[in-house]
């Protein structure tokens, strides 16, 4: 009997299905062991010795693997063909020496791109080695992302309060959003002109020309800036006879792209079905491990996390076979198309991603997938057979067309495009994002056009227009850049995003990513005092160096040891660095954030409360904020934000007093702080205030409006059962009721101020028959199954978000998750971490499976690719000082 590791149970339980009673496969549940997450798990001056430590569950993991091995005939270490598939090997291997299992057993190192019967049988006939180079790469990786974090991610708690962490890649994946929005600030609109004709052929035909010459010299599309030289343009136009010059009808062949890789599906995936790139995968990681098709399980898709572009032999014939038969020999090319990767770094170890099996079209797998299951294979599917489809054979016509008024001449061009045969266009055509150009075809067609034929004018149209500045990322264009530049890995690129948006240093709205004020400071710190680490050349230069340690043309250590000399002596640096030399620099370098221009055209660093004070860039508690230089004689604070500086300036330069209480007689005013605009009634620390709700402006705060917050909570009446008052107000979580020490929530903070007696009363009953949470048992949004200690598992949806619930544990889901995608082994990992926290039944769910599969999408919180632990890393001590050696408790495993 042979055992073979894989790492999910999904996986395993297919795989054995495929080798037999021979073997036994057992899952790691992902990573055995990882650095824990506090200082001195790495030590540059013991050599980079890197102290690993296995949580509890993976202790358990590694023992069932353990006695397995201890009584078979061999061991096939079979987990993903990618470094981090490579690094959970030489850990399962490193424990199982140290556990003294393995003696003279043989092991071997088996890889497969896909999981089907055929892929998985010939990966076992062809075994290897633990590739060396490759773990030496994973090792260095690791060690950089741990020294990076835990040095500068101290420095910036000390010098920037706010501010959450840094990355080696996760830092310089920001910048390039920050990058971009402060192109964007700078930006000065241009006005220019389009110069037009509407003309019509002798057949009756009308088709528009655009004006391109004047007497010899070239109209480009910033040439004529202002209206008077557009109108002297128009009035020649009007003017003038016109002639077909030239007129050429040229073939062009438009080619398909390749099959995808991580980055291209993540990009496709944004653009045509909205998807975020953690979303892709999950969704591939499913399609991927396998679906029930039928009674039995195979997957749908090879691996997901590759830069390759390039299919196997028989992957390609396949395809061809299947366009024959879909399409038609037509859209069959003579000879198979061969691909090469274009992106920088890129390494051609891996397929692209593409379906394992071209004949199972979409249409056949439809009732075995989820919607989004199915249109993610869809895509894929698509993808993959158009790479080996005929090319788009298109027709371009351009016409030249002379202007002449008594003399004065004017050129003209008309364009216009046709799809003569459509090839690969049948099955995919790729959809641009914003910003990006459009193809030759999307033109249109012109009519019947000949030379020498005259044309009569219809109409000139002159039309204003202003240069727009360049559009902020998406996902996907973010990814393209990221690639481009080399910056990063496919697998680390959905991790990076996430780790952005979980660190509040970027929100996405329609679909593009807006840097928020925190992470708009941390990029202008790191800009001004680590320079270097944040450069896209460093950063890509980097990056080279770890894959030249697993072509195994450098060495990992010489590779860290150059790093890490460098990189402390920055940090040392850092330690004589005063508050005041970062609040300078950090003004200058965010001067459009911090300053934003009035409309009045004063000088935006004075403060408009006192008149004599400068605004700078403070420090508090919880982050940066603007305050005036005369505090505390001047009270003047706004809140940092590239939404509402300008606003807040203009609206709120002075406290606006409303009126006076009619009650106490004392001014209810309006103001601005740090936390934004509320009311206030009376001075001194005994006034009472009130921040002004979500979707109030300043502007339309009226004294009957600052009246009723400051009125609040307000007394609505007596509950007729208790004869206890019921009161509206407004709380941290919005509006709400109070009755005997229970809230129910509201719709609205119109509800506060006019809700009565009655619907209060039916809004608290209505929260009482649905139990002591407000929401009774909510129903299930999907059924797991059972616990392996029994009890249902379910997916529902809470107050806060979507969770899983077994009996009395309940785990709310990672940020971004859909809960209709939550597997088995992700519910016992979530289970488990909630669990060991405290609550429910914790003893029996310390018991339960410790790790995911389908989370190993999920890496490093600076975006590297270490596969997660179902058990929270220690929290990194905010006191931790960046050194070289570090004292550590950690026992090695």
């Known amino acids: 009997m042979n055992v073979v590791v894989v790492e999910s149970p999904a996986k395993a339980k297919t795989i054995n299905?495929?080798?037999?009673?021979?073997?036994?496969?057992?899952?790691?549940?992902?990573?055995?062991?990882?650095?824990?997450?506090?200082?001195?798990?790495?030590?540059?001056?013991?050599?980079?010795?890197?102290?690993?430590?296995?949580?509890?569950?993976?202790?358990?993991?590694?023992?069932?693997?353990?006695?397995?091995?201890?009584?078979?005939?061999?061991?096939?270490?079979?987990?993903?063909?990618?470094?981090?598939?490579?690094?959970?090997?030489?850990?399962?291997?490193?424990?199982?020496?140290?556990?003294?299992?393995?003696?003279?057993?043989?092991?071997?190192?088996?890889?497969?791109?896909?999981?089907?019967?055929?892929?998985?049988?010939?990966?076992?006939?062809?075994?290897?080695?633990?590739?060396?180079?490759l773990v030496d790469a994973y090792l260095a990786r690791r060690a950089l992302d741990y020294l990076v974090g835990f040095n500068l991610s101290p420095v910036l708690w000390r010098k920037l309060p706010g501010a959450r962490s840094a990355g080696r890649v996760q830092s310089v994946a920001l910048r390039l959003v920050c990058d971009r929005e402060s192109e964007i600030e700078r930006f000065i609109s241009e006005e220019y002109w389009n110069i037009s004709a509407l003309l019509k052929t002798p057949r009756g035909d009308d088709f528009e020309a655009r004006l391109v010459s004047v007497d010899g010299k070239r109209i480009q599309r910033n040439t004529v800036t202002n209206g008077d030289e557009a109108a002297r343009l128009k009035d020649l136009l009007d003017g003038a006879n016109y002639v077909v010059d030239t007129i050429e009808a040229k073939p062009v062949k438009r080619h398909p792209a390749p099959p995808f890789t991580t980055s291209t599906l993540q990009q496709a995936a944004s653009s045509k079905l909205g998807f975020s790139a953690s979303r892709t995968m999950q969704v591939a990681q499913r399609l991927y491990e396998g679906i029930d098709i039928g009674g039995e399980t195979v997957g749908l898709i090879t691996y997901m996390r590759t830069d390759g572009v390039q299919m196997?032999?028989?992957?390609?014939?396949?395809?061809?076979?299947?366009?024959?038969?879909?399409?038609?020999?037509?859209?069959?090319?003579?000879?198979?198309?061969?691909?090469?990767?274009?992106?920088?770094?890129?390494?051609?170890?891996?397929?692209?991603?593409?379906?394992?099996?071209?004949?199972?079209?979409?249409?056949?797998?439809?009732?075995?997938?989820?919607?989004?299951?199915?249109?993610?294979?869809?895509?894929?599917?698509?993808?993959?057979?158009?790479?080996?489809?005929?090319?788009?054979?298109?027709?371009?016509?351009?016409?030249?067309?002379?202007?002449?008024?008594?003399?004065?001449?004017?050129?003209?061009?008309?364009?216009?495009?046709?799809?003569?045969?459509?090839?690969?266009?049948?099955?995919?055509?790729?959809?641009?994002?914003?910003?990006?150009?459009?193809?030759?075809?999307?033109?249109?067609?012109?009519?019947?056009?000949?030379?020498?034929?005259?044309?009569?004018?219809?109409?000139?149209?002159?039309?204003?227009?202003?240069?727009?500045?360049?559009?902020?990322?998406?996902?996907?264009?973010?990814?393209?850049?990221?690639?481009?530049?080399?910056?990063?890995?496919?697998?680390?690129?959905?991790?990076?995003?996430?780790?952005?948006?979980?660190?509040?240093?970027?929100?996405i709205d329609k679909r593009k990513l807006i840097p928020q004020a925190k992470g708009r400071l941390v990029t202008a710190f790191l800009e001004s005092f680590f320079t270097r680490y944040v450069e896209y050349d460093f950063t890509a230069d980097l990056e080279e160096k770890l894959d030249k340690i697993s072509a195994g043309e450098l060495n990992w250590k010489d590779v860290l040891r150059e790093f890490w000399t460098n990189f402390f002596a920055q940090i040392e640096d850092t330690k004589e660095l005063r508050v005041t030399n970062v609040l300078d620099a950090l003004n200058e370098a965010l001067a459009p954030l911090v300053f934003p221009k009035r409309e009045d055209g004063s000088d935006p660093r004075i403060c408009q409360v006192c008149g004599t004070g400068n605004l700078s860039l403070k420090l508090g508690k919880y982050g940066a904020f603007v305050g005036c230089s005369n505090y505390p004689d001047c009270n003047f604070t706004r809140q940092l934000s590239s939404e509402n500086g300008a606003e807040a300036d203009a609206a709120l330069s002075e406290t606006k007093t409303l009126g006076k209480d009619p009650s106490t007689d004392e001014d209810i005013t309006l103001r601005s702080g740090r936390f934004g605009p509320y009311v206030q009634r009376g001075d001194g620390k005994e006034a009472k205030r009130s921040s002004l709700p979500k979707g109030w402006k300043p502007d339309d705060v009226d004294f009957e409006k600052a009246l009723s917050l400051l009125s609040l909570p307000r007394d609505v009446g007596t509950h007729p059962e208790s004869g206890k008052m019921i009161t509206a107000g407004l709380g941290r979580y919005g509006p709400f009721i109070l009755h005997d020490g229970s809230y129910a929530n509201v719709d609205s903070i119109e509800d506060v101020f006019t809700i009565g007696l009655n619907r209060a009363v039916t809004v608290l009953a209505e929260k009482k028959s649905k139990g002591p949470s407000g929401r009774g048992t909510p129903a299930a949004l999907k059924e797991l199954g059972d616990h392996p200690d029994g009890g249902a598992m379910t997916v529902r949806d809470g107050r806060y978000g979507p969770y899983v619930n077994w009996g009395k544990v309940n785990a709310t889901l990672p940020k971004g998750k859909d809960p209709q995608t939550v597997t088995v082994e992700e519910a016992l990992a979530l289970i488990v971490e909630r669990a060991s926290k405290g609550g429910g039944k914790a003893a029996a769910a310390k018991k339960a499976p410790a790790k995911t599969a389908a989370s190993k999408s999920a890496k490093t919180a600076d975006g590297g690719e270490t596969k997660p632990k179902a058990k929270a890393a220690a929290k990194p001590k905010a006191a931790a000082k960046p050194k070289a050696k570090a004292a550590s408790k950690t026992k090695k495993s």
């Open 17 to 133: 299905k495929y080798l037999g009673p021979g073997y036994t496969v057992l899952a790691s549940f992902g990573h055995v062991r990882d650095l824990p997450a506090k200082d001195g798990s790495v030590l540059p001056d013991q050599d980079f010795e890197m102290l690993w430590e296995v949580d509890g569950a993976s202790t358990k993991r590694m023992k069932d693997i353990a006695d397995a091995v201890k009584s078979s005939d061999g061991l096939f270490l079979a987990t993903d063909p990618d470094r981090e598939g490579e690094a959970i090997s030489w850990h399962v291997l490193d424990l199982l020496k140290k556990k003294k299992v393995i003696g003279d057993k043989p092991v071997k190192r088996v890889v497969f791109n896909a999981i089907t019967k055929k892929a998985v049988l010939d990966a076992m006939a062809n075994p290897r080695d633990i590739d060396g180079p």
């Open 312 to 507: 196997a032999p028989e992957a390609i014939d396949a395809a061809r076979a299947a366009i024959a038969d879909q399409f038609g020999n037509r859209y069959l090319p003579e000879k198979a198309r061969q691909y090469t990767a274009k992106a920088k770094n890129a390494q051609e170890a891996h397929e692209a991603v593409r379906p394992t099996d071209f004949n199972r079209t979409p249409d056949m797998v439809r009732r075995f997938l989820d919607a989004d299951q199915l249109r993610l294979y869809d895509l894929i599917w698509k993808r993959g057979i158009a790479s080996q489809m005929a090319s788009a054979e298109i027709e371009r016509t351009t016409a030249e067309i002379l202007a002449d008024r008594n003399g004065e001449k004017a050129g003209l061009r008309a364009v216009g495009s046709v799809i003569r045969f459509d090839g690969f266009i049948a099955a995919y055509v790729d959809q641009k994002e914003e910003g990006e150009a459009a193809d030759d075809e999307e033109d249109g067609r012109l009519p019947e056009i000949n030379a020498r034929e005259k044309l009569a004018k219809q109409k000139i149209n002159a039309t204003q227009h202003f240069t727009e500045p360049p559009p902020r990322y998406s996902e996907a264009t973010l990814i393209k850049k990221m690639e481009e530049l080399g910056i990063g890995r496919p697998s680390t690129y959905a991790a990076t995003l996430a780790t952005l948006r979980d660190r509040d240093y970027v929100t």
